[in-house]
């Protein structure tokens, strides 16, 4: 069995409300300057990842930190480009990958949802192929967190040394429902807008370059999509052979199945999350013996704006891979 830990987090007084959390980094940081080089990454299916590297040269034997974007992000989200430029100050490689479609279209009709690890798993194979006596660690962020945790749960291979996620939604049908309510139903409105935005815009891609997977995109009944009930039901569902939203959402909750992780791993949540209820926290039979719930009052969905450092959780991060003492 795992544990539940509470976290050090502490946020100042004027930015202890959730929302604000949530909203500082995307709305109130400047975009962190970082470094990188590029990488396109071929799949077997035919399409592609742009994979966006940062830090030092790698030796043999060192260690990479592979990165995952949550729903809608990329590399170049706030927080994606504020880890990379803290792991490369301190020395350490890292990888961010962008999801199919992320920064741009793709070549097939396939995006990413919460459970996908095909796209993961060609990364971190990737990664070990070119040092193979290196030591890797991912970190996921959202929706990213949960592909990650996927991962672990159905297809560990043993290639990474330890996994962290941040505000991962463990329950999707609880999130979904979650998003529907309150002011929450603003970040949802933004969530979709984007995401139906990136499908009208792959639909003219494809129209050029991959007719047949155009038509996939045709099929899709885009209309009166308002929830991620019906998102997920109309969109991934039919893309990735689910039965709909609910087939979806209990196939790929890791929450229920965080029992079965043995590499270790840190689950950074908190109470105040705009996009998740309380009961969407992990219970502490319910963590394999290698994971550790670090949970804290307030924060937001990756916010974590501390009161001494407004970029605790990017220190947080970094402590947690410092402490494995690989060589970097």
């Given at each position: 069995?795992?544990?539940?830990?509470?976290?050090?987090?502490?946020?100042?007084?004027?930015?202890?409300?959730?929302?604000?959390?949530?909203?500082?980094?995307?709305?109130?940081?400047?975009l962190?300057?970082?470094?990188?080089?590029s990488?396109?990454?071929d799949?077997?299916d035919?399409d592609?990842?742009?994979?966006d590297?940062?830090?030092?040269?790698?030796?043999?034997?060192?260690?990479?930190?592979?990165?995952?974007?949550?729903?809608?992000?990329?590399?170049?989200?706030?927080?994606?480009?504020?880890?990379?430029?803290?792991?490369?100050?301190?020395?350490?490689?890292?990888?961010?990958?962008?999801?199919?479609?992320?920064?741009?279209?793709?070549?097939?009709?396939?995006?990413?949802?919460?459970?996908?690890?095909?796209?993961?798993?060609a990364?971190?194979?990737?990664?070990?192929?070119?040092?193979?006596?290196?030591?890797?660690?991912?970190i996921?962020?959202?929706l990213?967190?949960?592909?990650?945790?996927?991962?672990?749960?159905?297809?560990d291979?043993?290639?990474?040394?330890?996994?962290?996620?941040?505000?991962?939604?463990?329950?999707?049908?609880?999130?979904?429902?979650?998003?529907?309510?309150?002011?929450?139903?603003?970040?949802?409105?933004?969530?979709?807008?984007?995401?139906?935005?990136?499908?009208?815009n792959?639909?003219?891609?494809?129209d050029?370059?991959?007719?047949?997977?155009?038509?996939?995109l045709?099929?899709?009944?885009?209309?009166?999509?308002?929830?991620?009930?019906?998102?997920?039901?109309?969109?991934?569902?039919?893309?990735?052979?689910?039965?709909?939203a609910?087939?979806?959402?209990?196939?790929?909750?890791?929450?229920?199945?965080?029992?079965?992780?043995?590499?270790?791993?840190?689950?950074?949540?908190?109470?105040?999350?705009?996009?998740?209820?309380?009961?969407?926290?992990?219970?502490?039979?319910?963590?394999?013996?290698?994971?550790?719930?670090?949970?804290?009052?307030?924060?937001?969905?990756?916010?974590?704006?501390?009161?001494?450092?407004?970029?605790w959780?990017?220190?947080?991060?970094?402590a947690?891979?410092?402490?494995?003492?690989?060589?970097?």
């Open positions: 069995m795992g544990e539940i830990v509470r976290s050090a987090f502490r946020p100042p007084l004027w930015l202890r409300n959730a929302h604000l959390q949530t909203l500082w980094g995307p709305l109130g940081r400047s962190p300057e970082v470094a990188r080089h990488e396109r990454l799949l077997a035919g592609f990842l742009l994979l590297w940062a830090g030092p040269r790698h030796g043999p034997g060192h260690l990479t930190v592979i990165l995952l974007h949550g729903l809608s992000g990329c590399s170049d989200s706030h927080y994606m480009r504020g880890i990379q430029k803290t792991l490369a100050g301190a020395g350490i490689r890292s990888v961010a990958i962008n999801s199919r479609g992320a920064k741009g279209p793709n070549d097939t009709a396939l995006c990413y949802h919460a459970g996908e690890t095909d796209d993961v798993d990364v971190i194979e990737h990664v070990f192929h070119q040092d193979p006596t290196g030591h890797r660690i991912a996921g962020v959202s990213g967190g949960s592909r990650l945790l996927n991962w672990l749960i159905h297809r291979s043993g290639r990474l040394a330890g996994v962290a996620t941040v505000c991962a939604p463990l329950r999707l049908d609880l999130c979904a429902n979650r998003l529907d309510r309150g002011l929450s139903r603003l970040y949802r409105g933004h969530l979709l807008k984007a995401l139906l935005g990136y499908l009208d792959q639909k003219r891609h494809l050029q370059v991959n007719p047949a997977e155009a038509k996939r045709y099929r899709l009944n885009m209309s009166g999509i308002r929830s991620f009930w019906r998102y997920d039901d109309q969109i991934i569902a039919p893309l990735y052979g689910f039965r709909g609910s087939h979806y959402y209990a196939q790929c909750n890791a929450g229920p199945r965080l029992q079965g992780i043995r590499t270790p791993t840190l689950l950074m949540q908190n109470r105040d999350d705009p996009f998740m209820t309380p009961e969407t926290l992990p219970r502490r039979e319910e963590l394999g013996p290698a994971v550790t719930a670090e949970i804290s009052d307030h924060g937001g969905h990756v916010g974590f704006v501390g009161a001494e450092n407004p970029y959780l990017e220190q947080r991060l970094l947690w891979v410092q402490g494995f003492g690989f060589s970097s």
